[in-house]
């Protein structure tokens, strides 16, 4: 019986279809895996073909037993007279099926073996053999901070000594630091990618430095060099020992150190040994990255350089600290200005290579809006210092500020090749992929941050911000919880959580939170930001208006597009009063670059150019105006990636279109927006005079339904998560 059964499963060809169905899913996978994310599809999409083709199997086999492939057509086979059946026919073009899937499957495996090949990293000794880890230095001292300072300061400054020597590889700082204290050297080797590890034990008593050093084989884990330094404590005894280290280590692993690389390791940045010891202390607690933190270790290196007026490096990390204040808002402008100029030029007066120095006078071109100037230094200290993550970080950052985010990603990866496990440069190329359209690598470059340190701030940032790019609050506000504890006196955070939950429509707990940032920065541009949409969306556009002229004139730092936003209260003012050239005033002061004669269009003043755009309409102007709406959109169309509409520039397209006097275009665009999860301060753009010759449309109308609808949604999504501790402030909690 069983032979038979068997016989009729190879007469109707079963085990033939099984075996085609088979590599054919194979082939689909391999193509799959491949392709998929290529595509940038989601990962669940491979898991699903998986699904489907598992799930395909025993219907291709049902499909082969209960029919046949006749001349005729597809009949059941009960319905085929024995004498009439085709089945070793069929079997025989099946045979050739398998042998050419198969021949197609040897192929695609060739080629994807060879390209994988043709990729993989070259590890020969040329590109792994000079690479080094430098591991963190253990400290041998008295346990306080300041020795602990110490150790990490030496350890910082001979990787950037070494970073800076011919072709060596170092893996950066944050990298290090990061390695799981449990990794063997093999592990932490095959993880960085490098050839050598460095381990250290700093040990400081009274006068007396100690100095162990061991170089490491990171494969063979044998020791290549070792030795014991025994010196004086005095600045110059330190540097002569991290050049003496670099030296040797440079010898080891067969680096031809040039004449400029023998200069450096023959500098002396301080013979001021207490000058020396606040720079190391400054350096560690401007890393820490807090309020707190960054305000003391600019007390440390300005008394690094009234110790020693002729420390460059000190004056640098002056400038840099002044950069940090200003960019977390404790500082405005005009004071960053006073402190960062004076401090950028002294260390360019001491040190005209000093990289740090050329990147610091970038970044204050940056502030002053010279971009131009500010992109000469950028690549001037990379010159100078080609794998300094640091200025690639910020130059990075510098190019996705500025509008040029597909330039900033390769920037990024270049910064992400010696200091992979770096939490800042992934969350800075978390933004950038996200500003050119893809807001999912954004996630996933967050995600990984959380796998690297889970109690990262810049992980939840990453999410927050993917997620109020794509317009889901529900998913958003776990994440925004979670940063309050971390600072909770971020007035920032208490105000945009306040305008989202206005936006989500609960007024209460808006309220709440916007009290929070009042109590903790009543004047502060982003909270009187906030206060003024909130105030917009409720109809009481009187009350913004105050709010704007006082922030306006007060000449308040542009926070998070505060300027943006004043500007069209004060615009909105003018149509509705006619006194049009207070508005234009105060537009031509804050964005003069939009009254030449070719408009200069940036990701900064795109809005303010479409709300001018109409203000020039209403005055008579209309040939500038056109001017204007013309240079927004071809500026829009060549910088920002099609249908992505984030935060960035909300939907100034579909304004400038209406502007223009498209309908159809913006109509469409307004609704590919609404599709795509746009939804940032979603009632206040809509609001905006620049959409009125589309404002009476139907489809205008749907959309509006869309949104609410979809606030609703969210909202109640929102309200169902469980209790999130004292920083949570929902009117409506799951336990009530």
């Known amino acids: 019986m069983s032979g038979s059964f068997i016989q009729e499963l190879k007469r109707r060809n079963v085990f033939r279809v099984a075996a085609i169905y088979v590599i054919v899913s194979w082939l689909l996978m391999q193509i799959g895996d491949v392709m998929f994310p290529a595509l940038l599809l989601p990962d669940w999409t491979t898991r699903m073909l998986v699904a489907f083709l598992i799930l395909g ?3 291709a086999l049902i499909f082969a037993w209960a029919y046949e492939i006749t001349p005729e057509g597809v009949k059941r086979t009960s319905d085929v007279d024995p004498g009439e059946s085709v089945t070793d026919v069929t079997g025989r073009k099946i045979n050739f099926a398998i042998i050419a899937v198969l021949a197609i499957a040897v192929i695609f495996l060739a080629g994807k073996i060879w390209l994988a090949q043709d990729k993989a990293p070259d590890l020969t000794a040329s590109s792994v053999g000079k690479s080094i880890a430098v591991l963190p230095f253990k400290n041998r001292s008295a346990a306080t901070e300041d020795a602990e300072f110490f150790a990490v300061g030496v350890h910082d400054e001979l990787l950037t000594l070494l970073s800076k020597l011919g072709d060596l590889r170092v893996i950066s700082r944050t990298s290090v630091e990061r390695l799981d204290r449990d990794l063997s050297i093999p592990e932490i080797g095959a993880l960085l990618g490098v050839a050598t590890v460095l381990e250290g034990q700093v040990q400081r008593a009274g006068n007396r430095l100690r100095i162990n050093i061991q170089l490491i084989d990171a494969t063979r884990e044998d020791h290549l060099w070792a030795t014991i330094y025994d010196r004086e404590l005095t600045a110059e005894n330190v ?27 023959d500098s002396v940045p301080t013979e001021n040994t207490e000058a020396m010891n606040s720079y190391l202390l400054g350096q560690q607690l401007l890393k820490r990255g807090s309020f707190e933190s960054i305000t003391q270790a600019g007390v440390y290196f300005r008394k690094a350089t009234e110790l020693d007026q002729e420390y460059a490096e000190a004056w640098a990390a002056r400038a840099e600290s002044d950069d940090k204040l200003f960019s977390t808002g404790l500082i405005d402008l005009q004071e960053y200005l006073a402190a960062a100029e004076p401090a950028v030029t002294k260390a360019m007066e001491l040190d005209d290579r000093l990289p740090a120095a050329h990147a610091q006078l970038a970044t204050l071109h940056w502030r002053l809006a010279d971009l131009d100037a500010a992109e000469v230094s950028y690549r001037t200290a990379l010159e100078l210092d080609p794998g300094d993550t640091g200025s690639l970080e910020s130059y990075g950052t510098f190019l996705r500020s500025t509008g040029r985010p597909q330039e900033a990603i390769p920037v990024f990866e270049r910064a992400l090749e010696d200091d992979p496990l770096s939490v800042d440069i992934l969350f800075q190329l978390g933004r950038a992929e996200m500003y050119v359209g893809y807001p999912e690598k954004n996630v996933q470059y967050a995600k990984q941050i959380l796998e690297i340190d889970p109690s990262s701030v810049a992980g939840y940032a990453g999410l927050v911000q993917a997620n109020i790019w794509i317009g889901r609050y529900d998913l958003m506000w776990p994440w925004y919880i979670r940063f309050f504890p971390r600072d909770p006196g971020d007035f920032e955070n208490w105000a945009h959580m306040g305008m989202y939950a206005n936006q989500l429509g609960d007024a209460d707990m808006a309220d709440r939170y916007l009290e929070g940032a009042v109590l903790r920065g009543a004047n502060e541009p982003t909270v009187l930001k906030c206060q003024a949409i909130v105030l917009v969306q409720r109809g009481r556009e009187d009350e913004a208006l105050v709010i704007a002229r006082q922030a306006l004139e007060a000449g308040l730092d542009d926070r998070w597009f505060s300027n943006r936003f004043f500007l069209r209260l004060v615009r909105d003012d003018a149509l509705k009063t006619g006194d049009f050239e207070d508005a234009r005033g105060w537009y031509r002061d804050l964005h003069p670059e939009l009254f030449r004669a070719t408009p200069e269009i940036t990701v900064d003043n795109v809005n303010a150019a479409a709300d001018l755009a109409l203000l020039l309409k209403r005055t008579g102007e209309a040939g500038a105006a056109d001017v204007l709406i013309n240079a927004g959109l071809s500026w829009y169309r060549q ?20 502007l223009q006097g498209d309908k159809d275009a913006a109509l469409k665009t307004l609704q590919q927006a609404a599709d795509g999860g746009w939804g940032f301060a979603w009632q206040w753009n809509v609001s905006n005079e ?47």
């Open 239 to 265: 540097f002569d020992v991290q050049s003496d280290i670099a030296r040797t280590i440079a010898s080891e692993l067969n680096v031809q150190l040039s004449a400029k690389d023998e200069i450096l390791l």
């Open 639 to 658: 910088t920002q990636p099609a249908n992505a509409h984030g935060y960035l520039v909300d939907i100034v397209d579909v304004q400038l279109l209406a």
């Open 57 to 59: 199997l025993p219907v």
């Open 690 to 736: 620049n959409l009125a010759s589309i404002r009476d449309e139907p489809q205008f109308q749907a959309i509006i339904a869309q949104l609410e609808g979809d606030m609703v949604t969210q909202l109640a999504a929102i309200r169902a998560l469980p209790d999130m501790g004292e920083f949570d402030l929902r009117s409506i909690r799951s336990d009530d």
